[in-house]
């Protein structure tokens, strides 16, 4: 058996863009949000990947053939409306905001349906990424609480890349491996700033809340990991960016995409870091291609910074 990863991602977006290719304007139009970058990724690495979402209305008819486009198992719970959207002008070389709508929260009909497709094919496939949306405010974090601790219950390793009270839920409910920006952890009090001990000392908190392990993404500074008692900071390849958007999630995909094929965590953060550094040099988001990430992969340097023990 192949394999596998069941990516929740409750409200995706349909993504348009303008760029300029040969002096002439020239529309991409794309599925997008966290999820959908985590699944791209988690494919290009060789691993199936099952997608649940909800989708609907005139957006959503649009989105639900570009999700399948995607090469993933599709399981949309069908929504009357209230699909996000968002068009970005990039014909100048920057991402400009002409217009978005994040969409409309999901209805407790819509939650119930798309707990079931997920609890289901989480349990199948053996490990869970829970993604974030574009607003807080469409899915309950009460939602994501239930369902990380229903497929942790049986047997399931769920990893989870959220901020604020969604973070907060899936770890009261605990969870195998979170992964968190450093501007999210400030942003929600858990750490002081974005000096080494800060996040230490933030990632120390992680795991008396509920986390197995835990990341901190840092931007172009490099990671840092908590795996079993060690943490560690993660350096990674310098490469030249094109588009700073989506290397976490990228980060994310990778560690999913490893652990789901027997990997080891350490070997999950170095392709995670690497799947992180070549997609900013992408224009596209939750993009690269395997053979470069396997390579960069073997530049990443895991180097010790402390044990628990030491800072206990």
């Known amino acids: ?82 699909t996000g959207w968002y068009v970005h002008d990039r014909r100048d070389g920057s991402r400009q905001e002409i217009a978005e709508q994040p969409g409309t929260a999901l209805t407790r009909h819509d939650l119930d349906e798309l707990y079931g497709l997920a609890l289901a094919d989480g349990l199948r496939a053996g490990t869970a990424v829970l993604g974030g949306v574009a607003d807080p405010d469409l899915v309950a974090p009460e939602a994501y609480r239930r369902l990380a601790a229903d497929l942790r219950a049986n047997g399931c390793r769920v990893v989870a890349d959220l901020a604020g009270e969604h973070l907060e839920a899936v770890l009261d409910a605990g969870l195998d491996v979170v992964k968190v920006s450093h501007e999210e952890l400030i942003e929600a009090g858990r750490a002081k700033d974005d000096s080494t001990d800060a996040l230490v000392a933030a990632l120390r908190a992680l795991r008396a809340d509920g986390a197995g392990d835990a990341l901190v993404s840092r931007a172009g500074a490099g990671a ?86 030491e800072r206990s």
């Open 1 to 82: 058996m192949s394999a596998q990863v069941m990516v929740f991602s409750p409200a995706p977006q349909l993504t348009v863009t303008i760029e300029q290719q040969g002096g002439r304007p020239e529309l991409h139009v794309h599925p997008g949000g966290q999820g959908v970058w985590q699944a791209r990724m988690i494919r290009s690495l060789g691993v199936e990947v099952t997608f649940c979402c909800a989708a609907g209305g005139e957006v959503g008819t649009v989105l639900e053939p570009l999700l399948i486009a995607e090469g993933v198992t599709l399981r949309l719970v069908r929504r009357d409306s209230g």
């Open 224 to 309: 840092l990991a908590l795996i079993g008692d060690e943490i560690l900071e993660v350096r990674m390849p310098k490469l030249s960016p094109a588009d700073p958007r989506g290397a976490g999630d990228s980060m994310t995909a990778g560690v999913a995409a490893v652990l789901a094929q027997g990997g080891s965590l350490h070997d999950a953060v170095r392709t995670g870091a690497a799947a992180g550094a070549l997609n900013v040099t992408r224009h596209g988001l939750g993009t690269g291609h395997v053979d470069a990430i396997t390579v960069l992969a073997e530049r990443v340097e895991l180097r010790s910074v402390a044990t628990i023990k």
